[in-house]
């Protein structure tokens, strides 16, 4: 059904009712228990789910590759992996606020070890960052125990590489034409990075290992004709082109925003930081395992 709506990427379908009732009722108990708890949210909460969003992408390599058991595997598919990552990671979140809250109630008790008995509330995110990141890496050891394609993984190297001073230069030109953008701190420029990377990574793929783009407006701007190519991203550049202009539009609207409420705009500026590292994250372990 999902497949048929525009817009949406190749593949993008809904898992067995069983699954999906399973999925909603469980990202719906952690939506209460988060609203309920009103959880404290900094950008450093939100860099912390960073781990998370890799995660999420690294599950659905292993569904593409069909390597997931098969018990398991229609949590796999795409959107389905990551309302499960994010419902994963809501849980954590909960707990270990739940924790750092109950630590701080604690002090000043007569109990000598209260103070040292529940998590400190400021290590909070460490513990998300920390819990995502011990889930990821025996995930993309996974992927990666399937086999390695030499090439994929040196063009999948070359595009993060190819990424980081485009993001410091795109981030730089951003913040002195808009000082105010720097507000949005280390999100914002997180923003940046995940959609540097996936417009790189997606014209990599495309040029140089002959991988197609899923999603039918990605690919209507990779297919665009009279483009002269350019070194390592072929046509692909107008892609990039497209993902830097509209990253740092939404960095420079959200900026205002940020200011007035920073948990708050963090965490939706966080959202749409994922929506880039997300599939950028996914195509370089893609490109990995199956070029």
């Keep these: 059904m999902l497949e048929r709506l525009p817009f949406l990427p190749e593949g993008t379908t809904l898992p067995p009712l069983p699954y999906l009732v399973v999925t909603l009722l469980a990202g719906g108990a952690v939506a209460v228990a988060l609203h309920r708890r009103r959880p404290e949210v900094t950008r450093v909460h939100v860099l912390a789910l960073v781990p998370w969003i890799a995660l999420g992408a690294a599950l659905h390599v292993l569904y593409v590759v069909d390597a997931l058991p098969t018990l398991f595997s229609p949590f796999g598919g795409s959107p389905t992996v990551y309302l499960v990552v994010a419902t994963l990671a809501g ?8 924790a750092g809250t109950a630590r701080v109630r604690a002090v000043g008790t007569d109990d000598p070890a209260a103070d040292d008995s529940l998590l400190d509330r400021e290590r909070v995110p460490l513990l998300i960052a920390v819990a995502g990141t011990v889930l990821l890496v025996p995930v993309v050891a996974a992927a990666l125990a399937g086999g390695v394609s030499g090439t994929g993984g040196r063009w999948s190297f070359v595009a993060l590489v190819a990424t980081l001073p485009v993001t410091a230069v795109v981030w730089l030109g951003l913040t002195q034409a808009s000082p105010e953008a720097a507000v949005t ?12 990377l996936d417009g790189v990574s997606t014209a990599v793929g495309v040029t140089q290992l002959g991988f197609g783009e899923r999603t039918p407006l990605s690919q209507t701007i990779l297919e665009l004709g009279g483009v002269p190519p350019v070194p390592l991203l072929g046509e692909g550049w107008v892609f990039l082109l497209v993902k830097l202009a509209v990253a740092s539009v939404v960095v420079y609207l959200f900026a205002p925003y940020v200011r007035e409420a920073p948990g708050e705009g963090s965490l939706l500026l966080g959202f749409i930081a994922a929506v880039g590292l997300g599939p950028a994250v996914h195509n370089l372990i893609l490109f990995t395992v199956a070029a």
């Design 91 to 98: 849980a954590v979140w909960t707990v270990a606020d739940a």
């Design 185 to 196: 701190g280390g999100v914002g420029v997180l923003v940046v990075f995940g959609h540097t």
